[in-house]
DNA sequence: CAGTGTGTATCTAGTATAGTTACACACTGG
DNA sequence: CCAGTGTGTAACTATACTAGATACACACTG
């Protein structure tokens, strides 16, 4: 369990904010379909929110809105808006440089670990919430009528 | 901070043992190099040493050795003797099957994040031990002598 | 101007990591 | 044969992160 569940219902939330066309959603009605908590929720928007991602509408009638069109917001974005530290971590305490492993293990490792991170996003990068929504839609049992 | 240090640490273990073609290396010696605690080590050797990566050689003049060739060990098999959890976590509460959204996210998103994590991990099975030394070898300052 | 819903703060519990100490036991080497 | 070495493992600690939960001020709508 390295990524958080964070990621996924960061995904789930833009989702319904696509499927909602314009109308605001509030954090309540989110929790509800993530079976979550509303602040968790609202939490998670506030993450969102500073990426760019989405717009709220305060007072009554209020609620969350994607920033922009569903098609232009990658997987990508959603995990680097609420995931976005350092996929790999390295030794707690730096290595002893006395030793010649020591000295050259983290030079040596960076390039690999960079580029398996970087297949990683290039993956997810390749995914919008545009997809995401077709898929769910086109999923057993769609919306009712 | 996704991955843990025990990845890196149980590379940087690994290619001490290749590096000592042969030899026993304590826990007490790798513990200085990687410069955390002999316990730590041992705990590392016995998830490698349970996925077949090392034996340990019981009493005096003891130690770890590689249990089989250096380049036949690639840093995915590190991956999932010491890190092998699912890397996407799910919702924490399943969500909820009565909305749209809630009933097919999680099936929607599945071949999408088995396809990242493949790519991830297939950038991992093409470096081995073997590889990893020599760019150490090949770093700054290499070994006296 | 009343009410709604966000944004934020705080507290909790649960879990994972990594460090530390301690000790029984298997094995080596003389 | 036996003293000593080093592993394997257990128990305990501190730290950090996640996610759930409650509470409340404030902005905004209608």
Not at 39 to 53: D, I, P, S
Not at 100 to 107: A, F, H, L, W
């Amino acid at each position: 369990m390295a990524i958080s569940s964070r990621f996924i219902v960061g995904v789930h939330i833009l989702t319904l904010l696509a499927q909602s066309q314009g109308q605001p959603v509030t954090s309540e009605w989110i929790a509800g379909s993530a079976n979550t908590n509303p602040a968790v929720v609202r939490k998670l928007l506030g993450m969102l929110a500073k990426a760019g991602l989405t717009t709220s509408q305060l007072g009554a009638g209020g609620g969350a809105l994607l920033a922009r069109s569903a098609a232009d917001i990658t997987l990508l974005d959603v995990y680097r808006a609420v995931d976005g530290s350092e996929l790999f971590a390295l030794h707690h305490e730096p290595p002893n440089p006395a030793c010649p492993v020591g000295r050259n293990i983290q030079s040596a490792l960076l390039e690999t670990l960079t580029r398996a991170q970087r297949a990683l996003e290039s993956e997810l990068a390749s995914q919008t919430i545009a997809t995401v929504l077709g898929s769910v839609l086109a999923g057993p049992c769609p919306q009712p009528t």
